[in-house]
């Protein structure tokens, strides 16, 4: 049986689909490093290779130990999976109950998964208007409609904005008292880890936080992801993903992406500084609208006639490749997401705009 998946990111069935090969597509769908993964971790994956004659370490000792002291925390607060994804797919299982509310606009994983194990599913949706901000007192009444689980995300995907601190803790308050858990998507917290709520999720009995080695370190290709949560909770997952889930290589990826601190400053400088170009640049059409973000991609809004799908099939004949929003749960079919990818590709983007809106 195959699948067919509705996510940025997938050039081979786009290249397949044009007779072109993969790397002749300049890809802004999927929001990855563009600076690419750092040297520590190209030497670490090269210096792996003879490792493959093991088994992984199925105790993902040392990346445990980096990442308790990149957060500050202790290795028990960690699971490692093969990408967070996998732990999207655990969630269901281990989670007592079957009503969740996710919010909205969000990955499509979260339903996808939730289905397969017969969850009723229902949505909370953010608007433009308000800029994706949560109204809390709405969310409370929510809650209190029996729901077992909420699923959050931030920063926000696809609309990049970052909730602050305050209101994450105020939404936890909020499970709590409902009797909900609260599952915390920070797959691009790296951008903006200042933000995160690990400290208070570490140590919470009804919440646990996912995180991704995926966009941030830029490995998508490897698969590797981690878990946020008390001792408690960590050790229910580590079981589930049973003994060789993460491969020898990611293992060995994470651990010097982790120690590479000075590839990770140079990635924020980097995306901070092509993002504000960006941005200024894509407000400069009259026809687009782009929202803020405290991220790697940009949400632009269509203000003229043309569809994000009409839009994405221009480009494609360009060979730029953008994400199309339209699926997701709360955005018209005038929504679209960029990367912030180099500069060059950038201003090639820019380039192929003009063309279209001129
Ligand atoms: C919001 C969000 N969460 C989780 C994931 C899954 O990331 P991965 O499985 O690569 O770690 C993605 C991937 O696009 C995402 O956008």
């Given at each position: 049986?195959?699948?067919?998946?509705?996510?940025?990111?997938?050039?081979?069935?786009?290249?397949?689909?044009?007779?072109?090969?993969?790397?002749?597509?300049?890809?802004?769908?999927?929001?990855?490093?563009?600076?690419?993964?750092?040297?520590?971790?190209?030497?670490?994956?090269?210096?792996?290779?003879?490792?493959?004659?093991?088994?992984?370490?199925?105790?993902h000792h040392e990346l445990k130990q980096?990442l308790a002291?990149?957060?500050?925390?202790?290795p028990?607060?960690f699971?490692i999976?093969?990408?967070?994804?996998?732990?999207?797919?655990?969630?269901?299982?281990?989670?007592?109950?079957?009503?969740?509310?996710?919010?909205?606009?969000?990955?499509?994983?979260?339903?996808?998964?939730?289905?397969?194990?017969?969850?009723?599913?229902?949505?909370?949706?953010?608007?433009?208007?308000?800029?994706?901000?949560?109204?809390?007192?709405?969310?409370?009444?929510?809650?209190?409609?029996?729901?077992?689980?909420?699923?959050?995300?931030?920063?926000?995907?696809?609309?990049?904005?970052?909730?602050?601190?305050?209101?994450?803790?105020?939404?936890?308050?909020?499970?709590?008292?409902?009797?909900?858990?609260?599952?915390?998507?920070?797959?691009?917290?790296?951008?903006?880890?200042?933000?995160?709520?690990?400290?208070?999720?570490?140590?919470?009995?009804?919440?646990?936080?996912?995180?991704?080695?995926?966009?941030?370190?830029?490995?998508?290709?490897?698969?590797?992801?981690?878990?946020?949560?008390?001792?408690?909770?960590?050790?229910?997952?580590?079981?589930?993903?049973?003994?060789?889930?993460?491969?020898?290589?990611?293992?060995?990826?994470?651990?010097?992406?982790?120690?590479?601190?000075?590839?990770?400053?140079?990635?924020?400088?980097?995306?901070?500084?092509?993002?504000?170009?960006?941005?200024?640049?894509?407000?400069?059409?009259?026809?687009?609208?782009?929202?803020?973000?405290?991220?790697?991609?940009?949400?632009?809004?269509?203000?003229?006639?043309?569809?994000?799908?009409?839009?994405?099939?221009?480009?494609?004949?360009?060979?730029?490749?953008?994400?199309?929003?339209?699926?997701?749960?709360?955005?018209?079919?005038?929504?679209?997401?960029?990367?912030?990818?180099?500069?060059?590709?950038?201003?090639?983007?820019?380039?192929?705009?003009?063309?279209?809106?001129?």
């Open positions: 049986m195959s699948h067919s998946y509705d996510h940025g990111g997938n050039i081979f069935t786009v290249a397949r689909a044009m007779g072109v090969t993969p790397d002749a597509i300049t890809d802004f769908s999927a929001s990855i490093n563009p600076l690419g993964i750092s040297p520590m971790v190209r030497k670490a994956l090269l210096c792996s290779l003879d490792s493959l004659a093991h088994y992984p370490d199925s105790s980096a002291c990149h957060h500050n925390l202790s028990d607060n699971t999976a093969n990408g967070s994804t996998e732990l999207i797919y655990h969630l269901p299982s281990l989670l007592p109950g079957k009503k969740a509310l996710i919010i909205a606009p969000a990955f499509s994983e979260y339903v996808r998964s939730l289905s397969q194990h017969h969850w009723e599913v229902q949505h909370f949706v953010l608007t433009p208007e308000n800029n994706f901000s949560i109204d809390t007192d709405k969310l409370e009444r929510a809650l209190a409609d029996g729901i077992d689980a909420l699923y959050l995300c931030n920063p926000g995907n696809p609309n990049g904005s970052l909730h602050p601190q305050r209101v994450i803790e105020q939404i936890h308050s909020l499970c709590l008292a409902a009797g909900t858990f609260m599952v915390l998507d920070e797959a691009f917290m790296d951008f903006c880890e200042e933000a995160s709520a690990k400290h208070l999720v570490a140590h919470s009995d009804n919440a646990i936080i996912l995180r991704s080695m995926t966009k941030f370190f830029g490995i998508p290709g490897l698969r590797l992801g981690y878990a946020i949560g008390n001792a408690t909770l960590t050790g229910h997952l580590d079981a589930m993903g049973g003994p060789w889930c993460v491969n020898t290589l990611a293992l060995a990826a994470g651990t010097a992406a982790l120690h590479d601190s000075e590839h990770s400053r140079k990635t924020l400088e980097y995306v901070r500084q092509e993002r504000r170009l960006l941005f200024q640049k894509l407000e400069q059409f009259p026809q687009l609208q782009v929202y803020p973000s405290s991220v790697n991609y940009l949400l632009v809004e269509i203000k003229s006639g043309m569809t994000a799908r009409e839009l994405r099939e221009r480009l494609m004949h360009q060979r730029i490749l953008i994400r199309d929003c339209s699926s997701f749960m709360g955005l018209s079919d005038r929504f679209f997401r960029v990367a912030v990818r180099c500069s060059e590709d950038n201003q090639r983007l820019m380039e192929s705009l003009t063309t279209v809106f001129k």
